[in-house]
């Protein structure tokens, strides 16, 4: 940190980055040049070795090896001086690197001279020990070669060049350079040229430019800032251990009270109260709609084994299509899978399905209406991130007006997430145009409207309910973990009377955003600055950690919780400081002080929260639920936490839905 500057350009890697490349070439340079001296030693009364140009070779490598080696040792001596932060007793890595690119030169020069005299000149003459020799040297002389020129390609910055004396040229330069790798990632599934992907494209790449404007990492110092801040994440909850209040188990809100998952703690309370329909019961039943949403994919995958025979013994199969209606479904397979799988995973029949499509594109989400006849209401189901366009969506997170008139909100302040504005509008032009609700509620005039989604769903369902909600007042809409950066303050709080989002334990994604991810950048820099050991040691450490992590992941945890860190490092300890206390670097503020203002967006509605408890350990007698429910407000998700596999875990629709039922079981 910061990237080294060689032959006046930036590359993508560090002084302090290299310390085990070259003490692996080190240890294969040293061994080979041992075996070669031994080989060259052993026979030397080989006739062939009074060829010049085989004796030259041979005598040429063992030189060039000779030189190598102690240059290599040099190089992994001063990359392994100093700090992260502090590069100055790294200061001659850069000389090192020159000489080592010179040495290359030649190196690749005495290879090619060498591939003439091993295999295109006549060594009959010379014993097969020595052509074996050569041959062997040779191919691995090209094989170095080849491994430089990888690595040469992989910490190759296209913008190392770039002035940072004019900010706005650099940012626009950067920005374009982010505009060219993202269509070239799209190129193959995305029409770039289009007017909408072009727009889509221009606003990820704004994003994301803005967001690494600032920083001057390589990849090592990213995954060491990532650990250390980790580290100072498990160390704050082991210091506010017993501080937080402690909530109610499930089996307790049952015997207290009806309605078993509500508990509101004094420290994360709401503003209003919930609703008399935001449960665990209600949520449990919306649930296997928003699955729905995600068709044959998520079916197979939730039920391997039985899956696929239950969707080709479905007798609806071969007639979902035929009692729908072709008109009714867009973009579905010739067998209707899609369709199939929406009538196992909520068990509607084919006949209540008003319109299912499962076009995608970037701003249109696959989406479908239904007739609950359980919970009388007309479903609106919204599927999540299933591809790369919808990740495009995810990705295009500026604040967008919401422009919707809504009671009580200031429309001024009224933002929402751009990508899943548009996208939740496209399907309110659907609803409009395709006249979906008014042919629903003609047939069953008496029910409610609920909206549902998962993920990306969740925020497109969440938004369109606001939009909906004027010419429905009563509609209810189920969240199941939506995007964190979602909606402003005002229209946050507007919606908790008719959204209800959930969100199970270290989920990733509510707790994603602009605003979420400069905190911890801000954090990430506060711990590397801080830190006053070489990166190779923490990277050691990281390495250690993981070896150690043999148990399963809550075992674990709940012993790391309870006893010491399997990393060993007493100098880390005590020379890390606690992340916030290094004042070098200012989250959301350039270099120049000039800071990159973005409104912040919340999660929507109520939400409704579902924290895992530990499993007992061994020996135990007494058995304790798995989860625990309470409601908690939107910016209490405004830190990240780095939990290993449960931050993706947490986020799986079908680890959503079984915890759910778990609670659900639980309760009654």
């Not at 140009?53 to 990359?79: N, Y």
């Not at 606001?466 to 946050?492: D, H, I, N, Y």
Request: neutral net charge; contains cysteine; charged residues 20%.
């Amino acid at each position: 940190m910061p990237g080294i500057v060689v032959f006046r350009r930036r590359w993508k890697v560090g002084s302090d980055d290299f310390v085990f490349v070259p003490l692996l070439e080190s240890i294969l340079r040293t061994a080979w040049l041992i075996t070669l001296s031994a080989v060259l030693g052993v026979h030397s009364s080989d006739a062939c070795l009074n060829r010049s140009d085989v004796l030259g070779f041979l005598i040429g490598t063992i030189v060039l090896l000779a030189i190598a080696v102690p240059l290599t040792a040099s190089l992994l001596l001063f990359s392994m001086r100093g700090t992260i932060a502090d590069a100055r007793p790294r200061r001659h890595v850069a000389k090192i690197l020159v000489a080592k690119a010179i040495l290359y030169t030649i190196e690749l020069a005495m290879t090619a001279f060498g591939t003439h005299v091993a295999f295109f000149s006549d060594l009959s003459l010379c014993s097969r020990t020595i052509r074996s020799c050569l041959c062997g040297v040779v191919i691995c002389g090209w094989i170095v070669i080849g491994l430089v020129l990888v690595g040469i390609a992989y910490v190759f910055d296209s913008n190392g060049r770039r002035n940072n004396s004019d900010e706005d040229e650099s940012s626009l330069s950067d920005r374009k350079l982010w505009n060219r790798r993202l269509r070239l990632l799209c190129c193959c599934c995305v029409n770039v040229f289009s007017k909408a992907s072009s727009n889509a494209l221009e606003d990820v790449a704004s994003v994301v430019a803005d967001y690494f404007y600032d920083v001057d990492l390589v990849a090592s110092d990213v995954s060491v800032g990532l650990f250390l801040v980790h580290r100072e994440q498990k160390r704050r909850r082991k210091r506010t251990h017993g501080a937080i209040p402690y909530f109610a188990t499930t089996s307790q809100l049952h015997e207290s009270r009806q309605d078993p998952v509500i508990t509101e703690t004094q420290t994360t309370t709401v503003s209003s109260d919930p609703g008399d329909w935001m449960t665990i019961a209600m949520a449990c039943h919306f649930v296997k709609f928003a699955l729905g949403s995600y068709g044959w994919p998520l079916f197979v995958y939730s039920n391997p084994c039985r899956g696929p025979c239950r969707m080709m013994s479905d007798s609806r199969g071969c007639l979902s299509c035929c009692t729908v209606g072709r008109e009714a479904v867009s973009g579905d397979s010739c067998c209707c899978s899609g369709l199939v799988a929406i009538l196992q995973q909520t068990g509607v029949s084919a006949d209540d399905i008003v319109y299912a499509t499962f076009n995608n594109k970037i701003h249109l989400l696959p989406f479908y209406v239904a007739v609950d006849h359980t919970q009388k209401s007309v479903v609106i189901a919204i599927r999540g991130t299933l591809s790369l366009k919808d990740a495009l969506t995810d990705l295009e997170a500026n604040a967008k007006d919401f422009e919707a008139a809504a009671d009580g909100v200031n429309n001024y302040n009224a933002k929402a997430h751009s990508g899943i504005l548009r996208s939740a509008k496209r399907i309110q032009e659907t609803i409009r145009d395709e006249r979906l609700l008014e042919k629903a509620f003609s047939m069953h005039p008496s029910y409610g409207l609920v909206l549902t989604g998962h993920s990306l769903g969740a925020g497109a369902a969440a938004i369109l309910a606001l939009l909906l909600r004027p010419v429905f007042p009563q509609l209810r809409c189920f969240a199941f973990s939506p995007p964190g950066w979602l909606l402003s303050a005002e229209l946050s709080r507007y919606s908790e009377n008719c959204v209800c989002s959930i969100v199970l334990g270290d989920d990733l994604i509510p707790r994603l955003g602009i605003g979420t991810m400069e905190k911890l950048k801000s954090d990430m820099m506060n711990a590397l600055n801080s830190c006053t050991v070489p990166k190779y040691r923490v990277l050691m450490a990281t390495i250690w950690r993981s070896l150690c992590s043999c148990h399963k992941e809550e075992e674990a945890e709940e012993e790391e919780d309870e006893g010491e860190s399997p990393v060993r490092d007493e100098s880390l300890e005590q020379n890390t400081q606690p992340i916030g206390s290094s004042s070098s670097f200012s989250g959301g503020e350039s270099e120049s002080g000039k800071t990159r203002l973005r409104q912040p967006l919340f999660m929507p509605g109520k939400i409704l929260f579902l924290e895992e408890t530990r499993r007992k350990r061994a020996g135990a007698t007494e058995t304790q639920n798995k989860f625990k429910v309470f409601w908690r407000k939107a910016d209490s998700f405004d830190e990240i936490l780095l939990k290993g596999t449960k931050m993706v875990s947490h986020h799986l629709p079908d680890v959503v839905s079984k915890a759910l039922y778990s609670v659900n079981q639980n309760c009654t």
